[in-house]
């Protein structure tokens, strides 16, 4: 984006929000919408599923779904998947991660129709057993299951990947999909394999030009290994359920995992918001389409401002990457003394000398959906216009994690 067009760009969000008081959150239809079309574009006709934890609100889920090519929701915990099927949202979700909620389970046992809608995830026998013991077979609704497999790369002994399902192999998963099947009361319906070092990590860092060509050698050699345990999992899975869907992929992977022959429908989430780690991505950014508006409260020496609050940051390795990233105007960078801090944030550059106390600076969250566990509401801009104010999960009352 270049200088003239974030000039633009702040015009039209101070115009719009000219009687709102810092902090607030806004999201730019326009922005939004593009991302959207383009991440459709990039599935290839393959069904994308929308990732509620990147976006963490049920009006900005229920815009993502009226777009061609999206279909269902991947959420994150199960009372939150029981929240939005109850709420009409979707009937279709799938559970991205194993529950013990002992309460949220007995709650989906005890209703065919939420079981009928909602898909769990499990990488084994131990997650059925505790969903035994929260209802009996005999006593409940018959569960859907997906098998969660290990997306990760193994090479050498290392693990390129986050730490998730113990089954990485074809083997291990037919070894498990016949436990499965061989248990009363369960249904397995999918299969699901997210590479997280391929979809979820950056291959342009910025300023990192060495980093960057090693990421993309690896992933390279990651897809291809992928491709051939997609393949071999599915197969052996076939053996011994008719499952209906092998769920794969991430924002920075999904024309990759499209191609997959294996693979029936993609993830994405990220991609809608287009938050500050999507900048070190090649094959697809997206455009900005979220951002949060601080006040500057004090002036502490030519070339600073302080605004107020600012200590938004984003979830895992520890890493400035984490921060937020002061966007708008141009020409402001956190201090790496203080970083972005919990009641106020100083910035330095030359933006700094323009700026008085008042004005407001704004921010691109690092990550996509934790920007609305800050906030009550989203801000809808069109043009420069607020053209709706919709509620966050945060300011439905809902924190599910």
């Not at 003239?4 to 009687?19: F, N, P, Y």
Request: glycine share 10%; net charge neutral; proline share 5%.
């Amino acid at each position: 984006m270049t200088t003239t067009t974030r000039d633009a760009l702040r015009e039209r969000l101070e115009k719009a929000t000219a009687d709102l008081d810092p902090p607030f959150a806004v999201a730019d239809l326009a922005a939004f919408d593009a991302n959207a079309r383009a991440l459709s574009r990039l599935a290839a006709g393959k069904p994308l599923r929308v990732a509620s934890k990147s976006v963490r609100s049920r009006a900005i889920l229920e815009r993502a779904l009226a777009t061609p090519g999206w279909r269902g929701v991947m959420a994150y915990t199960l009372a939150e998947a029981i929240w939005l099927v109850r709420s009409g949202m979707t009937h279709d979700a799938l559970v991205a991660y194993p529950t013990a909620n002992r309460s949220a389970l007995r709650e989906l046992a005890a209703d065919p129709g939420l079981a009928g809608a909602i898909t769990l995830m499990v990488d084994g026998p131990a997650q059925l057993d505790l969903l035994d013991s929260v209802a009996t077979p005999a006593h409940r609704a018959e569960i859907r299951v997906c098998l969660d497999l290990d997306g990760s790369w193994r090479l050498l002994g290392l693990h390129i990947g986050v730490r998730r399902s113990p089954v990485h192999t074809a083997a291990a998963a037919g070894d498990v999909a016949r436990e499965i099947t061989a248990r009363r009361g369960f249904r397995l319906v999918g299969l699901m394999a997210y590479d997280a070092q391929i979809a979820g990590l950056g291959d342009a860092p910025p300023h990192e030009k060495l980093r960057g060509f090693a990421i993309r050698q690896m992933q390279r050699r990651s897809y291809r290994d992928l491709l051939d345990r997609r393949s071999a999992a599915l197969a052996a899975v076939r053996e011994h359920a008719d499952v209906e869907f092998f769920n794969s992929g991430g924002t920075g992977s999904v024309a990759a995992t499209a191609a997959d022959p294996a693979v029936t429908e993609v993830t994405a989430g990220s991609g809608l918001f287009g938050p500050a780690l999507f900048d070190g991505y090649r094959a697809w950014r997206p455009e900005p389409a979220a951002y949060f508006a601080l006040a500057v409260v004090r002036r502490p020496a030519r070339g600073f401002v302080t605004v107020s609050g600012g200590g938004w940051i984003a979830s895992g390795q520890t890493h400035a990457s984490r921060q937020p990233l002061p966007w708008l105007p141009a020409g402001l960078r956190l201090v790496d003394m203080e970083g972005a801090g919990e009641v106020q944030t100083p910035l330095r550059g030359p933006a700094a000398d323009g700026l008085r106390e008042g004005d407001r600076v704004w921010f691109r969250h690092a990550k996509a959906g934790e920007l609305c566990e800050h906030v009550n509401e989203l801000h809808l801009v069109d043009g420069a216009e607020v053209v709706e104010t919709v509620p966050t999960y945060r300011g439905e009352g809902r924190a599910f994690l």
